[in-house]
């Protein structure tokens, strides 16, 4: 049995190369790096990697984490500049004992020493929407529209169990800002023994529920992966509302040790790629009465969502 | 019904001053930050702000949290440079919607513009042993030993519960290293409804098992502030000796909304002051066969300890 889910449409070209991997009998580790790195190189894709779109001070800052549900390690990185491929040093750092997770300059050295290709993130493109956004006096708060982490959750033949997430985090963030993709049991946690998880939307608000850890933990009580994602989202959108806030943007998705995908969202609709034994596609969950509503879809009828 | 307790020995202090406002009716916001305050200007006190040893760069970076659990909002920054009371920036970020969470020079420039005290957080005795260290060769990673973070939750006669955290990390650790104190879930979390804890130890170690969430969770299942810590203490120690390593190095404390307060630890001996409306008191927890034996404790009895 192998499987593989990823988040958003902008997951699908390297979610299904690494789809094909995994069906070659490639290794689960592979397969998440193999998937991130194609959305972090692409410039087209502008919450992460390469064209990321900047902080308020014009900086391309990356965060990126690796977890290894079979030891419980992990390594990530954040606040990081310059680094062409954020997944890669974070997977590097995943299986220390001490140091796993490094921020700012400190993640720089080490993926220079690493032997890791550097590369400028900034592209005409993301550097003309930041000067436009600047120029725009009295911004609203919905410039930080762009949030949108690429997470990939892979199982292999052989029982690894990987989840990898990165991402260049809210346009015009302050400097330093740190969302919830590289921070362990909320933009991801993974355990071999019970399941994979991750999220993506607005980092604050997931990190004050602990999403992935809290998908997980249901998971080892013997919720599906689906069920888990559906309660675990709806848990934390209710208390939000509870608080008098909004329900939020907050998307998941999981994966279990036997190969079972679920995916959850508080938007209208929630893209994202996943394959196993019997095929690969593109779907999209839709919020209904009673959970999510999961469909087939396709890149046309999935035009203009991200 | 007020409440607070505090880690290690250094915690004292603070905690019997912060306890001693609790009882004149203070807010449990100003006694957490008060108690922290305590602890980060003593030089005396080796892993917390001032006098911290420093990274293996002869840096003293600073990691900082605090935790709202009536708003679920929390505020921290990390990897962070001469910020005289690194809980007082993790304080006035807390309640924001978003840049909750900030790190190293966007950190900096936040407690800067917020007009906090900066302070080289250097002594002649930290640099001396920093460089004492550095001349030894073959160290052994047993150099990591300083991984005491300061701790403390409290409640007040409102029902606000506060959790905050506050360490200067490992000596020598790696340039950015990052451990659990400023992550939300590992180092600490709180909910008013269900509890607060908070971690303290090798922060790799605490992070992989999301521990601090983990306790909050046991109490929401209806488990005893003592009972939440020990199981989660005991589940990660003994899935780390699954996977063929050490039990670590881990301690933890807890409170609940009602005040009933717990601690456990993998350590012979983990001293931790607390107090509440009938009294307070240093005390320790020490591993016995069933769980935890706390003891009232004084310095005279923890000479020697942490």
Redesign the interface.
């Known amino acids: 049995m192998y499987a593989i889910i990823g988040t958003w449409k902008m997951s699908c070209e390297g979610v299904r190369e690494a789809h094909a991997g995994l069906a070659r009998g490639g290794a689960a580790e592979d397969a998440v790096e193999q998937a991130i790195r194609a959305v972090e190189d692409e410039p087209g894709f502008t919450s992460v990697g390469y064209g990321g779109l900047p902080d308020h001070d014009g900086h391309v800052m990356v965060d990126a984490a690796f977890m290894n549900g079979n030891?419980?390690?992990?390594g990530a990185v954040?606040?990081a500049e310059n680094i062409r491929n954020p997944i890669r040093a974070a997977r590097a750092l995943c299986g220390?004992?001490?140091?796993?997770?490094?921020?700012?300059?400190?993640?720089e050295?080490?993926a220079i020493a690493q032997g890791l290709p550097m590369r400028d993130l900034r592209t005409p493109a993301s550097m003309m929407q930041w000067r436009e956004a600047l120029r725009q006096e009295n911004r609203k708060?919905d410039a930080?529209r762009e949030h949108d982490t690429v997470c990939v959750l892979a199982l292999d033949g052989r029982g690894s169990l990987i989840a990898g997430t990165s991402t260049s985090g809210?346009f015009l963030?302050?400097?330093?800002?740190?969302?919830d993709s590289p921070?362990?049991?909320?933009g991801f946690?993974c355990d071999a023994r019970y399941g994979a998880a991750a999220a993506t939307g607005?980092?604050?608000d997931i990190?004050?529920?602990?999403l992935s850890?809290?998908i997980v933990?249901r998971m080892r009580m013997g919720v599906s992966a689906q069920k888990a994602c559906e309660q675990a989202v709806k848990a934390l959108s209710a208390?939000k509302i509870e608080?008098g806030e909004d329900a939020g943007s907050i998307s998941v998705i999981a994966l279990s040790p036997t190969g079972e995908t679920g995916a959850a969202t508080t938007l209208p609709v929630f893209p994202f790629a996943a394959g196993n034994d019997r095929g690969f596609g593109l779907f999209a969950a839709y919020p209904a009465q009673d959970g999510m509503d999961i469909r087939a879809s396709s890149m046309q009828a999935l035009e203009g969502e991200p």
């Open positions: 030891t419980l390690r992990f954040m606040s220390r004992e001490t140091n796993c997770l490094l921020a700012g300059r400190g993640a050295q080490f708060p930080y809210l963030k302050a400097s330093g800002r740190v969302g921070i362990v049991g909320s946690y607005l980092g604050e990190m004050r529920g602990c850890y809290d933990s208390r608080l």
